[in-house]
């Protein structure tokens, strides 16, 4: 099956995460710009991928109604237009793959979520996530729907690493708060595996969770302590990594039931890639 896809992105954040599933696909056609795509509608293409979003993370901005309203519209406005230019296209694509967050589900301590545990109205992150997969839907068409909800994306050169790296390596990481809370993680090149796997299997459709198997064993602890090993530097308590302070346990079920083998399961080794 031909697995070239059509990616738009917005931000440098989107663009780490496309330019890897670019070199996973080994032949990705061509990366629309939103004009082109108002302008001229959606190209002919097997598949579309959206990647679009505000880095949440960004530690550039200060987290304000201007800068909710741009993680909100940089998600849910862009996704509304791809979605439109799908059911509006002449040939539309076979697949089509949004990923979200696992924000979706309530953060907890204890509890585990599948993919088909309830969400998605509690707290901005989750009313975001809820509004951001409603714009994904595409009725009565051809273009099967997948979404995959990714939790904190590790890779080189973005995501959440390349805002903790500079602190842990002059020894100043450390976890947050108690750091008990869960951390769902994945590897950039397990998500884009999974995107990749997606498309290329045409029976899948519907939720995925973009989360490493071992995610739900992982603390915001375990991962600073992993972390700190991996660079070969200390670990302190007096500054705080930029990390969210509630996480969830999340279960990548549906993932591991289509087929999908993940490259990199554990944290220590997917750390240790990262930083090699």
């Not at 032949?27 to 302008?39: P, T």
């Not at 579309?48 to 406005?77: H, M, P, Q, Y």
């Not at 059911?87 to 993919?115: K, L």
Request: proline share 6%; hydrophobic share 40%; glycine share 10%.
């Amino acid at each position: 099956n031909s697995c070239v896809s059509s990616v738009l992105q917005r931000s440098g954040s989107t663009g780490w995460m496309s330019w890897e599933l670019a070199w996973l696909l080994g032949r990705l056609e061509k990366r629309e710009g939103w004009e082109e795509l108002s302008r001229l509608g959606l190209p002919q293409c097997d598949a579309v991928v959206n990647l679009a979003g505000e880095n949440v993370l960004n530690t550039f901005r200060r987290w304000g109604d201007a800068f909710c309203k741009e993680v909100i519209s940089s998600r849910v406005e862009t996704t509304k237009t791809l979605a439109k230019a799908i059911a509006d296209a002449d040939q539309p694509p076979n697949a089509w793959v949004v990923v979200t967050g696992v924000g979706y589900y309530r953060p907890s301590p204890t509890a585990e979520y599948t993919e088909d545990s309830p969400g998605g109205n509690f707290d901005f992150f989750s009313r975001l996530v809820s509004s951001w997969e409603a714009a994904a839907v595409i009725p009565d068409g051809p273009t099967r729907g997948v979404l995959v909800r990714s939790g904190v994306v590790l890779g080189r050169g973005g995501g959440a690493i390349s805002q903790m790296l500079w602190p842990f390596w002059l020894g100043l990481g450390g976890p947050i708060g108690s750091g008990h809370q869960p951390f769902p993680w994945i590897h950039i090149q397990d998500l884009a595996g999974i995107i990749c796997h997606a498309l290329e299997n045409e029976c899948l459709q519907g939720v995925f969770n973009g989360v490493s198997p071992s995610s739900p064993a992982t603390s915001n602890s375990t991962f600073t302590q992993e972390f700190a090993a991996a660079l070969g530097r200390p670990l302190s308590l007096g500054r705080r990594a930029v990390m969210l302070l509630e996480g969830q346990k999340v279960v990548p079920k549906r993932t591991l039931e289509s087929g999908y083998h993940f490259i990199f399961p554990d944290l220590s080794a997917a750390l240790k890639d990262i930083v090699a």
